[in-house]
């Protein structure tokens, strides 16, 4: 008896260190995390995997933005980017989701930016409860008749709306945005993709170069819109968001210590496994842990200035 009761109370010793251990690590997974920027369907992903995907990245609440609906005409490039370029669902997918995972799922409200009955069925979700307008991908200028209906429309429920800036290809002329930001003061209007990032750089000169590498200068067009206009944000998701962050650490803390209150965890990425290299999203996360200045700005980008913009 006294030998079992010696390895007995090493086994203890051992559990209990293991134990605390253990609670740590979980503690800090249990650390909510929202992401702001996830799709059904993504590249045919199932909703299965699209839940599995979250949760093994450790999020606690994600919102579903929806693509528009398949149409040929010049906005989608005559089909092309219909499913938002990625065989994305829309409406009635990302709100299925989210009424079958409740308190967990959020969802947004979307439309082709310039058909004519874009304004009725986004109004349609918001009233369904949507918590945002978008993704708007669609070829339009940023400032066209037709946007700046949905940022009415946005004005009047009290919504954000996410745009993807991509030069040549979606929300084109993002050097005029200083001028909707001016418009539409009470609308929030959160930015992402590869045209918001590139231009973070003041030194970034080609736009055609949609993944600009090497160090920064600050004062591009977006990080003077960030500091500039209290209703302009971004979300720091997808091959943009992580290549950006990356791409000059030195001026990554500087960058989330300047606009801390005005950005946003989102991850975009299609993959079924929500860890390791292959998925975006952890790769994001990762990086905002190793690279925010302080355990405040890391809660405020992972969690909190979510949690207060969409009142989640
Ligand atoms: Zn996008
Ligand atoms: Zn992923």
């Not at 418009?183 to 929030?188: A, D, E, T």
């Not at 990032?197 to 080609?206: E, F, H, Q």
Request: glycine content about 8%; charged content about 20%; aromatic content about 8%.
């Amino acid at each position: 008896m006294p030998a079992f009761r010696g390895i007995s109370r090493r086994h203890f010793l051992i559990t209990t260190g293991a134990a605390l251990w253990e609670r740590s690590i979980v503690a800090d997974e249990k650390e909510p995390v929202i992401d702001i920027h996830q799709h059904t369907g993504y590249l045919a992903r199932p909703d299965e995997d699209l839940v599995s995907h979250q949760r093994a990245m450790g999020v606690t609440k994600t919102i579903l933005l929806p693509a528009g609906t398949p149409v040929a005409r010049a906005s989608t490039h005559q089909g092309k980017s219909n499913g938002l370029a990625a065989k994305c669902g829309g409406n009635e997918s990302a709100m299925s989701v989210a009424k079958a995972n409740p308190g967990e799922f959020f969802f947004g409200a979307n439309e082709v930016t310039d058909l004519e009955t874009a304004h009725m069925e986004v109004e349609r979700y918001l009233k369904l409860g949507a918590k945002l307008i978008g993704e708007q991908k669609f070829s339009v200028q940023c400032d066209s008749v037709e946007s700046r209906k949905l940022y009415e429309l946005a004005q009047e429920y009290n919504v954000p709306i996410l745009l993807h800036f991509q030069h040549a290809t979606y929300n084109l002329g993002i050097e005029r945005f200083d001028k909707v930001l001016a418009s539409f003061p009470k609308v929030k209007f959160i930015a992402h993709a590869q045209t918001f990032w590139a231009n973070i750089d003041a030194a970034y000169s080609d736009q055609s170069v949609l993944y600009p590498k090497g160090l920064i200068k600050p004062g591009g067009i977006t990080d003077r819109l960030l500091s500039d206009y209290p209703n302009f944000f971004g979300d720091l998701s997808a091959g943009s968001g992580l290549g950006a962050l990356t791409r000059d650490e030195e001026h990554t803390r500087a960058f989330l210590t300047r606009h801390q209150d005005k950005l946003m965890f989102g991850s975009d990425c299609p993959d079924p496994a929500g860890t390791g290299v292959e998925c975006t999203g952890a790769q994001i996360l990762a990086t905002v842990r190793r690279l925010a200045p302080t355990k405040a700005i890391e809660r405020k980008l992972l969690h909190d200035n979510a949690q207060q913009l969409f009142g989640l």
